[in-house]
């Protein structure tokens, strides 16, 4: 899966889609997207600051409207990231509630860091081969279960 069929799968087709499977590079693809859009919008937001005086001045109405743009960005994206980091548990076969226990873990001072080192390792390894309980491989949607069909 490229770049454009993982932003098109994530945000049109499974936008809160929390079964199933999500490959590897269905989950980085948009969290590449994801990543690249927000430093855009802080990109912006810091130009039109220097570019309008700084901070001495106060804010100007742009910086307000491309934060704001921003936040409606992440607010709009909030739901398919939850349901992509999910499927992607799926994909390891693990329940979507450990990515739960993960994130409550995290808000836990220290801890917090293993939690965000396993939720990464969790996306870097590969899901199991075949169709599991969350359903059929995403790589392979052509193996089945049945041995006599």
Request: hydrophobic share 50%.
């Given at each position: ?58 804010v100007s109405s742009t910086v307000i409207a491309v934060g704001v743009i921003g936040g409606l960005f992440l607010l709009a994206t909030f739901i398919p990231a939850l349901a992509v980091q999910i499927r992607r548990f799926h994909d390891r076969n693990m ?55």
């Open positions: 899966m490229g770049f454009s069929d993982a932003i098109r799968s994530v945000l049109r087709e499974k936008y809160a889609t929390f079964s199933g499977r999500a490959s590897r590079s269905e989950y980085w693809w948009y969290y590449l997207f994801h990543f690249l859009v927000v430093i855009a919008f802080i990109v912006v937001a810091l130009g039109v600051a220097t570019a309008s005086g700084g901070v001495e001045g106060g329940s979507g509630w450990w990515y739960l226990a993960l994130i409550i873990l995290g808000m836990v001072p220290y801890v917090g860091f293993i939690a965000s080192i396993a939720i990464l390792v969790i996306g870097v390894l590969p899901g199991t081969v075949g169709p599991n309980k969350f359903g059929p491989d995403p790589l392979r949607p052509e193996v089945r279960a049945e041995v006599f069909a």
